[in-house]
Structure formats: C-alpha cells, structure tokens
C-alpha cells in the first residue's frame, strides 16, 4: 500500500486579526487515505481545511506564519495560487451547483482551462460523473438544470465537477451534513472508492463517520492539533484525554 506524504505542515499560525484561530499546527497528510479533522465547534478545523488550498486568502485580515508543501511545493510561497486550486479541489457543505445544465457544470472548469473540443467535453463530463458515482441517474437529462436534482444528487454533481479538472486532492468541508442517511451513505462509499487516485481531507462531526471511512484522524481543540494518529488509535485508544472525552462524547 502506499504511504506517500501529501502535504507537510510545520508550525503554521493563522490569525483573523489579532485572534489566533491555528496554533502551531504539525502534521503529515498521507496520499491516498482519507484523513478526517474533527472537534467541537469553532476550534479550527474548516479553518485548517482551509489553509489547504488558500481559500483563506479570500477572507480580509488573514495571516498564516509557518509552511504547508504540498509534495514539496510551498503553498504559501511563490506559486500561482490558481493552479494550486487546480491541485486541491474543494467541496463544501451545503450543495452549491451553479444554476446551469449538469453538463455545464462539470465542463465549467475544464472549459475555464482552455478546453473547448466537444469530443473531450464530452468525454470528460461523462468520465466525471461516473467517478462521482452518479452517471446512471443523470445521463439522459444532462441539460437539465441541477438545482433540479435533490440534494444528494447535487452534492455528487459538486464532486464531480471538482473532479473534472483532475486535482491531486478533495478537501471535503462536513461533505453530508446536509444530507439524507441514504445520501451519507453514497458519498462515504464514493469517498472510499476516489482514495485510490486521490487524497481526501474531509471535515465532519459526525464521530460514527470518522471512524467508518477514515484512515487518519486528526483532533482539534481550541486551534491546536490535538491529537492525530491512525483513525484506530484515536478512537480505541486515544493518547490524550482530551481526545478521549471528546470522542466518547463528553463534551464538545
Ligand atoms: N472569517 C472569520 N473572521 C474571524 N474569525 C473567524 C472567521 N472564520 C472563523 N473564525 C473564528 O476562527 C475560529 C475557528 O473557526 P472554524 O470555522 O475554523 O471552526 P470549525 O472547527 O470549523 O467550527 P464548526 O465546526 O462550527 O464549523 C472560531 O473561533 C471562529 O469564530
């Protein structure tokens, strides 16, 4: 099995103006697993996902001290933080297709890069969709708008339309908060099924799910990283009795 490091954080702060909202943050992310980041509201863990792909740079009066490589690539040095985004797709909680036909929102990204042949629209939107698992329920109605599906079916979409421009990584932001048990259920088997050519860091406070479909867990409290070891020891046998109380659902 591979073991290969993804992303490499050392001593990374994030700051909202003066809060400091990431403390000192230490962490290898493997290739090819799934990593959950999970802990009580606000300490840190979207934010975390965040720093991933920069999407911090958007918000006014973030500052980030410390590194994050991704495959040695310095993420916040000189890079084009486009194509970094190329690298790391994202997925957020609720549901966000564009309002547009399914098939305009898997070519949106590829036809932003340039591409523009209908052939490998074509064949992209179609390889899309079945990666993310929902090419059979949606093939004959590809012009159809996909505000109109429900919501599982337009969280897939979203995965698919992340996927369409081939990234290295998924980051998943609480991927099935949203979402009906059926729905939870196909984006967890989706989400185990893309580990194979992608690395996932998925958010989510749902305990149960952690500890189903990860390999690695990460525990954060208070913007510090807490804990973070193989999802198996974290919830056998966790080092921290922090970590402990939390997973076993005292507190948080
Ligand atoms: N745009 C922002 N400006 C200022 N402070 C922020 C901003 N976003 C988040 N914070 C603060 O940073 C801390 C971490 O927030 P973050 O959303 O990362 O936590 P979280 O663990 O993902 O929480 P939740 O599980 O509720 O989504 C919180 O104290 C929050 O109030």
Known sequence: MKNN???TVENLDLFYGDFKALKDINMKINANKITALIGPSGCGKSTFLRTLNRMNDLI????VNGSIKLEG???YGDIDVIKLRTRVGMVFQKPNPFPMSIYDNIAYGPRAHGITKKTKLNEIV????RRAAIW???KDRLKR???SLSGGQQQRICIARALAIEPEVLLMDEPTSALDPISTMKIEDLATELKKDYSI???THNMQQAARISD????FLLGELIEYDTTEKVFSNPDNKKTEAYITGRFG
């Open 5 to 7: 490091i993804k992303f």
């Open 60 to 63: 006014e009066g973030v500052k």
């Open 216 to 219: 690695k867990t990460a525990f």
């Open 73 to 75: 690539d310095d993420i």
């Open 136 to 138: 059979d329920e949606v």
């Open 201 to 203: 860091i998925m958010v």
């Open 126 to 129: 179609e390889k899309s969709l």
């Open 145 to 147: 708008n996909a505000i």
